[in-house]
């Protein structure tokens, strides 16, 4: 007889597998998992509500919900919970494959399958570890026959299930090396898979994780510090999982899910008080049978030990329960000589409690010992019981030599002809479409579980959704519906009066709500759906779905807690090495992070639009890429992608005609990101917008409106723009659209100006011969890495701040986070702080002088247009403002746009002031919710407001003297 290699050698690497042996359970797996290649897949119990699950969940995750939690459109279109409560390893696992354009079925046919072989592979190494080749491989060929498996996957469809208990054998064989080796490596294996075992399936982890503490303490029950090491694992791997279960356990009773955790079990045990007979030895059922009525009292508990020995070798198996029957008999015989007895006997004593638990008698157990009842269903322990009976048919190489090749081989051979009865007797299945499953709007929970603790029962709801977004008690009401995501909400209403509205979408933690971007309280309706007060008129309502404050916090737990085994792992590789080694590993360590960072970063959130579309420049300190396309996704914006092309001379748009075409008036704009409005399509933009207002006014001559408007650029780079660039446009008239910004942003480039002993500005650049070192390391890598533009960079600067703070350039006489002259953009705006108002203009007015004189110079007429912020123009605009130091639901004042118009006027250079215009305008919003820019509905106002002053002062600006009105 081979020897084990656990006895002799624990912890030491096996000998080579045995190629055979893998080869013959292949080829039963294979034929075993045959079915799967039909198309289609067959009809089972849950298993089309786990596809439809699966393209939502995959749904959710594509509009940029990396953790879902509402899936929007179940339940008939009223939303579910559900993915706070669901395993999540198989959604997340699914992502590669649909990515691919592999469709959801065929995802899911290959994770099962790939899930089935690891299984039969971690059961074979593990068994192999304890005991030899020969024992491994007739475990495994026990282990793979078991029905059990093929019922969750056949008749349950519990795919989630079937993950989880295919990562029991890795996680026994994970822990008995970490055990027997002390390998750092095994820590970490051990810890992955217990991460695995909780996303994949939680009840079965509720049940698993005990198991596996006691098996590692039967193994080492005299070396404490091995069993604390295999103990350290599970609190880790809970607090890197505390992102899915902490949530799921708080927010618990917010569903009904703690009325089918109370009493659920009770329904199901194997005999459930009913007393059957079986239709077939072999069929799988382990829920009803028809109902046997004994004509004879006294023959009562004989058929309920039928019923119970019949529910247990149907699920675990004939041969299976033979094999642990004889093993029983085996360990309990020989007592000597047998360094494997105290896990054979664990096993036995798994094995019977499994069973026992599953049974009726077990029920005060059940009520007494808080893990069995989130299992649900007593009969999911026959995983556990199929896994120790696989276990214990490894002892059958120890029966006598003369029989012991014809009881193995009866046994097998039964094992593998009954268990091909558990395969789907049809040849054909139903099939789905990864469109009818995204549409699917069914309940995915048959039992109503996840439903809301306020949603009616789930044979309550309708069939069919709703066609009304919202409704009230009395009266009618009038919905647009604008946007519908996976977890947002936005459509208009109309209501003839103030009335509180129910909205078809179930009310659950995390819902917010806002009435015209005024965050506004919502609540649970007497239905369960989401009840919000609106006022009199139009208003536009929008829901989101948010991470409330525990979702917060356990995604918090969860980074730390990846972080700080992160920093352990470095430190105790780093601590293994020499000095020499020490540095190289360093130093490798370093690389690998920085690029590995980086290549996820660019992943994540792609090229900067600041880095694809412009580039740092000599004179201007930044420009567009000439002739250059790219394209601009505002996060804050239901906009889709932009596209934007830049042309040869830097404007937005299409090429610039040079020289100018006889007979055209052409008005350059001048300005910031308002003016390039890159968050438009052009066609949106005001000053396209204005050129065609023009033109359909002057229709016998061509007008041109050029778009020079740069991002970030204020009155000293329009100065300096128009000095080396737009005169070459031969421009009839400068529209400069000067604001607020730019007291932070003139301030700033004058400080980075070359100025002449004249007086001069001749460049404005972040790098001149004279910059350090540092400042040029700065940008070259700011130019070329996300990870530092995105990230580390404002990591750095507020850790400079901090160690050496820096005088602000004006001071204020209060000390407040907001009103700093040089870091403030807003500081113009603000009302709470009073420095000097007087003084910080100075740069502005510096600015607008070298302008003038420019247009002056070469007669070439000079408008400035102002406009205000979100905030000046009522409360409602630019939601987001607390952010920034201001209060919601109040219109500020417009003290620095009189501010700028008294400036120009000294000058003596018209302005166009649009304050009234937007504030009596009637659309909303104007300005993107979360932005400062204009909407397509806020442009068409300032370009409105531009073409009125325009044709009032159309002589002297040189358009032509009757336009055609």
């Known amino acids: 007889m081979e020897k084990s290699h656990f006895k002799k050698n624990p912890g030491i690497r096996s000998p080579n597998i045995n190629l055979t042996h893998l080869a013959i359970l292949l080829v039963v797996a294979l034929a075993l998992l045959s079915p799967l290649l039909l198309p289609g897949f067959p009809q089972t119990h849950d298993g089309d509500q786990h596809f439809v699950r699966t393209a939502h969940f995959f749904h959710a995750v594509k509009e940029g919900n990396l953790l879902p939690s509402w899936a929007g459109t179940l339940n008939s279109g ?79 469809g519990a795919f989630g299930e079937v993950m989880a208990l295919s990562l029991l054998p890795w996680l026994f064989f994970s822990i008995s090396r970490q055990l027997f080796s002390g390998v750092f490596k095994y820590f970490l294996a051990t810890t992955a898979l217990l991460v695995m075992l909780i996303l994949a399936h939680n009840p079965t982890a509720l049940v698993a994780i005990p198991l596996l503490a006691a098996y590692s303490l039967v193994l080492s029950w005299k070396s404490r510090e091995k069993t604390v090491h295999v103990f350290l694992t599970i609190p880790l791997a809970l607090f890197l999982t505390a992102f899915f279960w902490l949530p799921a356990a708080v927010e618990m009773p917010y569903t009904k899910l703690p009325q089918a955790v109370a009493s659920l079990y009770e329904s199901h045990f194997l005999e459930a008080d009913r007393f059957g007979t079986p239709q077939k030895a072999t069929e799988l059922t382990i829920t009803t ?67 026992f638990l ?104 309708p069939s069919q959704p709703p066609q009304d977004i919202a409704f009230v008690k009395d009266g009618k009401l009038e919905t647009l519906l604008m946007e519908r995501g996976v977890s947002r909400l936005r ?58 404050e525990i979702r917060k916090t356990a995604i918090a737990v969860t980074n730390l807690t990846l972080l700080a085994l992160g920093i352990g792992v470095i430190f105790r590789v780093l601590s293994r090495v020499n000095n020499k080694k020490r540095l190289g590993a360093v130093l490798m360590l370093i690389l690998t992070t920085i690029l590995g960072s980086e290549a996820a970063t660019r992943l994540v959130i792609g090229d900067s639009f600041a880095t694809t579309c412009f580039k740092r420049d ?14 601009y996704s505002d996060p804050h914006s239901s906009e889709a992608k ?73 009155g000293l780079l329009e100065y300096l723009y128009l000095r080396e660039r737009g005169l070459t446009l031969e421009p009839d008239l400068v529209i400069t659209n000067f604001n607020s910004t730019d007291v932070h942003d003139d301030a700033r480039y004058f400080h980075l100006a070359n100025i002449a002993p004249d007086g001069t500005v001749l460049t404005v650049s972040e790098i001149t011969p004279d910059t350090p070192l540092i400042k040029k390391l700065h940008w070259a890598i700011f130019n070329r890495s996300r990870l530092y533009g995105h990230h580390l960079q404002f990591w750095l600067i507020g850790l400079k701040d901090r160690l050496l703070p820096q005088k602000p350039l004006v001071q204020t006489t209060e000390k407040t986070e907001f009103g700093q002259y040089e870091a403030d953009f807003l500081v113009a705006l603000r009302e709470d702080v009073r420095p000097n108002y007087q003084a910080i203009w100075h740069w502005p007015r510096k600015s607008l002088k070298l302008l003038h004189a420019l247009t002056k110079k070469h007669n070439i007429p000079l408008v400035i247009s102002l406009f205000p912020f979100p905030l000046q123009v009522n409360g409602r605009e630019w939601i987001s403002r607390e952010r920034m130091g201001f209060e919601l639901g109040k219109t500020y004042s417009t003290r620095d746009l009189e501010m700028m118009e008294s400036l120009a006027k000294e000058e003596g250079i018209p302005v166009v002031n649009s304050v009234e215009a937007f504030r009596n305008s009637q659309e909303f919003p104007l300005f993107f919710p979360e932005d400062i820019h204009f909407t397509p509905a806020g442009h068409a106002v300032f370009a409105q407001t531009i073409a009125t002053y325009l044709l009032e002062h159309r002589r002297q600006l040189g358009l032509p003297p009757t336009p055609q009105l």
């Open 289 to 355: 049978f028809p109902q046997l009525s004994p004509t004879k009292p006294f023959l009562l508990p004989l058929f309920r030990i039928t019923y119970i020995l019949f529910s247990l070798v149907s699920a675990v198996g004939i041969a299976q329960v033979a094999a642990a029957t004889i093993a029983i008999f085996i360990v309990t015989k020989n007592r000597n000589n047998n360094q494997n007895r105290k896990v054979e006997l664990f096993f036995i004593a798994t094995f019977i409690i499994a069973f």
């Open 618 to 631: 000599q004179i201007l300190h930044h420009i567009p890429k000439l002739n250059g396309t790219c394209s």
């Open 642 to 714: 932009v596209n934007v092309r830049f042309s040869s001379v830097g404007t937005r748009g299409e090429e610039i005609t040079i020289p100018k075409p006889l007979d055209t008036y052409r008005i350059l704009l001048l300005g910031d990101s308002t003016t390039a409005a890159i968050n438009v399509n052009y066609e949106d933009a005001f000053g396209e917008k204005l050129e065609r207002l023009l033109q359909l006014t002057f229709p016998n001559k061509t007008i041109e409106v050029v778009n020079a408007g740069v991002p970030s650029y204020s």
């Open 491 to 548: 459509f208009r209403v109309k209501s003839k009066k103030a009335t509180e509205i129910i909205v078809n979408t179930f009310f659950f933690p995390g819902w917010e709500g806002f009435i015209d971007r005024i965050p506004t309280q919502v609540s649970p309706s007497g239905q369960g759906n989401i009840a919000i007060s609106i006022p009199e008129g139009e208003t536009e309502v929008e829901l989101r779905f948010t991470k409330t």
């Open 78 to 156: 009223f939303g579910s919970p559900v993915f706070l409560y669901n395993w999540l390893l198989l959604y997340y696992l699914s992502i590669p494959f649909l990515l691919l354009n592999i469709p959801v079925v065929s995802t899911i046919k290959l994770l099962i399958t790939a899930s089935f072989f690891l299984s039969v592979l971690g059961f074979f190494l593990w068994v192999k570890f304890l005991y030899n080749s020969r024992s491994a491989f007739v475990a495994s060929l026990f282990y793979l026959t078991s029905p059990y498996h093929l019922y969750n996957i056949y008749t349950r």
């Open 358 to 461: 599953a049974t009726s008698p077990s029920a005060p157990i059940w009520r007494l010992i808080p893990i069995l009842p989130p299992l649900l269903y007593p009969w999911r322990l026959h995983g556990i019981a199929s896994l120790a009976a696989a276990l214990l048919s490894a002892t059958l190489i120890r029966t006598p030599r003369k029989t012991r090749v014809a009881l193995i081989a009866l046994l097998a051979a039964t094992a593998i002809l009954l268990v091909t009865r558990a395969l789907p007797a049809q040849k054909t299945f139903p099939t789905f479409t990864d469109a009818s499953l995204v549409r699917s709007q069914e309940s995915t929970d048959s039992t109503g579980v996840y439903l809301p603790r306020w949603a009616p029962a789930l044979s309550d709801l």
